[in-house]
């Protein structure tokens, strides 16, 4: 390339970052959903799963007792004594989600082997917390036949073998999801926007004039908006593994590099088609965010694709998010080259194919 | 009576004209009234997968016990059970296609019968701790409810459950309806304050505030266009919610209501927002942006006290969001989702509908003076 190029290349480089810079609007809506999600996730994935239950204990002999200490140690619930009356009062404003009561003659049922059931009242106002007391009062109750011992009535036993080295929290493992459509969504808005600019405008008509490629002006483009979407993905992926959220091991820092480039790469290049077909602001940025978020979605979310129903894992196979994302969990969590080969693959071409399109999608809208 | 007639005529002369405005652009208008939906699918796609996990059963005993177990793992609400023999339950744990396999060893049956230890292999694809820690209490609590089945001697403590509401709500009905709220949110404020910063973008705010017609009555006329590409986009929302997904609301007049109430409130936050940053390009990632957090801090999930996090709950009732999905769920599904109740939930949501639309009508009017 000539040294007059490059300097040009330079020059539109330089203004479409700092137009981008200057819109600081644009930079909080394509992040403050994402970072805005994690912040809540963290502090909320401490309460999920663990229901907080009033627990009324009326039997004071040593089953009873027994009981009360499984449910405490059981780690299922966030437990509060309460009495029968201090229970209802904490049923009725929504301070607990069930009661647990244990009856007064829980002891002697227990001994005279009657069946002795522990009560359980469930606000079931919907089935995601029903379904968590469900599992755990039952599983309490197993803990209380497990500290049985050899005496315990129960013979058969687990033996667990796991998959995977080591286990994943599950709000780490929602981390890389969000970094995806952090990028993903920064890419097209961003991109989408600087294209629009151009065209609402009228700007569109200064740049045609100059000496210049069509192709240099699109690479400009591209360049600026991959700069700005790389660099916000390695800043998080590098805060994700100073808080020891998401940190690749040794040997995989490359590949985990290497797929945002690629994810970042790809929404640009389908930011500049958006801009371009649209030509407005107005126009390109909610379907930039759309186009971002159900990506997003139908590449599986924070969830686990293969256990999502059948119609969206055969999406899936379609959406390269979904590439991306099992890429970098590979890469993070299990130093596993699984598959990597066709996330490259699949990714690099969607890259390819989103720059094709945007260059397409420039040239047309020129010529016409 | 007559400045009265005259008001009217010019917020409604405004609203015309802000309607055809948007006919002219009709992609972007369109894209606004779909807007609603758009978020009721994209959120709802967050609950389809389920609490369920997929699980392979290698059953090497066909015995009535090892039956009986498999019906126990049937019932314990965490299992999406299917029988495989070993080698197609080892292709489908590597494919990453479920999160474990069970074995029922050859001498269950046998074992049990001559009360002797038996072990019962659990392999587990441990991708993260919530799918991990499912199987790990599933599998445990099936063998305790088998055993107080088949063995209701040995095994007398059970759970004896009571629910406090006649019937289950899904997780599906309940979500899409807190998703609503958020749907209805963004399909006030979107054309609210883009039509508003519009205005101040072309300059033609100053044609507006340069004629004898009251500021108020302008800033009626926007809020009714407005709130009128609101009405139609929160009716196809609904439609598609009671029709197609098939949440049917309890109480109808409530719906009614308070779907109007929450769309006067954001329409008139449209407006402030648009008169206060007087660009769409502002307005509009603004608007984005914030949808999704507050969806997540407004209880959309289920009632925030469960959470017990005094911060997500004081700044959730910061937010008229939070409100209105706890409305809307009594309008939907009949539950209280505070202890506030009902009338005094709408009264929060009207004082906060009377002050965003005071003050946006303020704003109005010290932009004019200041302009």
């Known amino acids: 390339m000539k040294p007059s190029l490059l300097r040009s290349l330079w020059a539109l480089y330089r203004k479409d970052l700092a137009v981008w810079w200057g819109n600081r609007a644009t930079i909080a809506a394509s992040i403050l959903p994402v970072v805005g999600f994690i912040l809540i996730q963290s502090i909320g994935v401490a309460a999920v799963g663990r229901n907080p239950v009033a627990l009324v204990t009326l039997d004071q002999g040593p089953a009873g007792q027994q009981m009360r200490q499984i449910l405490y140690g059981s780690d299922v619930f966030r437990l509060t004594d309460a009495t029968p009356d201090q229970a209802q009062a904490l049923l009725h404003d929504l301070k607990v989600a069930a009661v647990i009561t244990i009856p007064a003659d829980f002891t002697q049922r227990v001994q005279a082997h009657d069946p002795a059931p522990v009560s359980v009242t469930v606000n079931n106002l919907n089935l995601d917390f029903t379904n968590d007391i469900r599992r755990a009062v039952p599983d309490a109750i197993t803990q209380y036949y497990a500290a049985q011992g050899a005496a315990s009535p129960i013979k058969v036993t687990l033996r667990e073998t796991d998959l995977r080295a080591r286990d994943v929290q599950f709000f780490e493992y929602t981390v890389l999801p969000m970094l995806v459509l952090l990028v993903m969504l920064n890419g097209l808005v961003t991109s989408a926007m600087a294209t629009a600019r151009e065209w609402e405008s009228r700007t569109i008509k200064e740049v045609l004039l100059a000496p210049l490629p069509p192709e240099l002006i699109i690479l400009g483009k591209v360049l600026a908006s991959f700069t700005v979407t790389f660099s916000l993905g390695l800043v998080v992926l590098g805060l994700g593994a100073a808080l020891d959220w998401t940190r690749p091991v040794a040997g995989e820092w490359l590949p985990t590099v290497l797929i945002i480039a690629l994810v970042s790469l790809a929404g640009t290049g389908l930011g500049v088609a958006v801009g371009a077909a649209l030509q407005r602001i107005q126009a390109a940025i909610p379907i930039g965010l759309f186009l971002a978020i159900y990506a997003f979605f139908l590449a599986g979310g924070i969830g686990v694709l293969a256990f999502e129903p059948g119609w969206l894992q055969a999406i899936a196979v379609y959406d390269p998010l979904s590439y991306g994302v099992h890429a970098l969990q590979m890469a993070v969590f299990y130093a596993s080259n699984d598959q990597f080969a066709l996330d490259v693959t699949v990714l690099s071409l969607t890259s390819l194919a989103t720059l094709v399109l945007g260059g397409l999608a420039v040239r047309r809208q020129i010529a016409g | ?371």
């Open chain 2, 1 to 371: 009576m007559s400045q009265l007639m005259y008001d009217l005529r010019v917020a409604w002369a405004v609203a015309q004209k802000d309607l055809r405005i948007g006919l002219t652009e009709r992609f972007s208008t369109v894209l606004s009234i779909l807007l609603p939906l758009n978020f009721l699918i994209l959120l709802s796609l967050f609950a389809i997968s389920g609490g369920l996990s997929p699980t392979a059963v290698v059953m090497n005993d066909s015995g009535p016990l090892a039956q009986q177990f498999y019906q126990a793992m049937a019932g314990a609400h965490s299992f999406r059970l299917q029988q495989a023999s070993a080698a197609q339950a080892q292709a489908l744990i590597q494919a990453g296609k479920i999160v474990a396999v069970v074995t029922i060893p050859a001498n269950f049956d046998a074992a049990l019968q001559a009360n002797k230890p038996v072990v019962v292999d659990v392999q587990i694809n441990n991708l993260n701790t919530d799918f991990t820690n499912d199987i790990r209490r599933a599998v445990p609590l099936s063998i305790t409810s088998f055993y107080a089945k088949a063995y209701p001697r040995l095994v007398n403590v059970t759970a004896a459950e009571h629910d406090l509401l006649a019937q289950d709500t899904d997780y599906i009905p309940y979500l899409t309806v807190s998703i609503l709220v958020v749907a209805l949110m963004m399909g006030g404020l979107l054309p609210a304050g883009t039509a508003t910063a519009r205005e101040w973008e072309n300059g033609t705010i100053k044609e507006l505030l340069l004629s004898p017609a009251s500021r108020w009555a302008i800033g009626a006329g926007q809020m009714l266009g407005a709130g009128l590409l609101a009405g139609i986009a929160a009716v196809i929302t609904l439609l598609v919610l009671i029709l197609l997904v098939g949440v049917w609301p309890l109480h109808w007049g409530e719906m009614v209501l308070f779907t109007l109430l929450t769309i006067i409130i954001f329409v008139a936050w449209g407006t402030l927002l648009g008169t206060l940053l007087k660009k769409r390009q502002a307005f509009m990632p603004l608007a984005f942006g914030t949808s999704l957090p507050l969806f997540f801090i407004s209880g959309a999930f289920g009632p925030l006290s469960f959470l017990h996090i005094p911060f997500m709950e004081g700044l959730a009732e910061a937010f008229p969001v939070y409100y209105a999905i706890v409305l809307q769920q009594h309008a939907f599904h009949g539950f209280d989702l505070n202890t506030l109740g009902l009338a005094l939930n709408a009264l929060v949501l009207v004082v906060y509908a009377a002050v965003v639309l005071a003050l946006a009508g303020l704003v109005l009017q010290r932009s004019t003076m200041s302009h």
